[in-house]
């Protein structure tokens, strides 16, 4: 993942790291995603006191399957905002693997979906239908309620058939 060497910082400055990781050290599956390519980053690593500080910008492109129509689609994550900030225990290696495994991991969706770029629209399979059961929850009462009722189940019958 990423390391940095604490001799390389120049005293009173930052170093500049730049390149790719191998993205398994994040754990994406865990969140039912797959790493497309490596993880990029192009960090500022410093030293304040006892504590070594880094900020920068984390890309990952992932794969994911659309809450909605369930269909794989292609996202890329970014932040431009990483930071950490961590005390020394002595060691002259530090590894910023956690840190950024755990700002991946924020950044990913609670729900998916294959539209959030903008770029597609979601082809839910039954969004007519669906459409059609909310106009019936959202007219109210009907003047023969027992019609409305049966409109109703008709709308959800219709869902239950959908392959």
């Known amino acids: 993942m990423i390391q940095v060497h604490l001799q390389q910082i120049p005293e009173n400055g930052t170093l500049h790291l730049w390149g790719e990781s191998d993205p398994h050290a994040l754990g994406l599956q865990e969140a039912q995603a797959e790493a497309l390519g490596p993880l990029r980053y192009d960090l500022q690593v410093g030293l304040s006191g006892k504590s070594l500080f880094a900020t920068g910008v984390l890309t990952q492109k992932i794969k994911m399957n659309c809450v909605l129509c369930l269909e794989p689609f292609e996202f890329e994550l970014q932040t431009t905002q990483f930071a950490l900030q961590r005390d020394l225990e002595g060691a002259e290696l530090v590894d910023l693997t956690e840190e950024v495994r755990e700002d991946i991991h924020l950044l990913l969706p609670m729900h998916p979906r294959c539209d959030m770029g903008g770029e597609k629209k979601c082809s839910l399979p ?36 959908i392959h």
Do not use: T, Y
């Open 126 to 161: 039954f969004s007519k239908k669906l459409l059609s059961f909310q106009k019936h929850l959202e007219h109210g009462p009907m003047e023969n309620s027992s019609q409305r009722e049966d409109s109703i189940w008709s709308a959800l019958d219709d869902l239950k058939n």
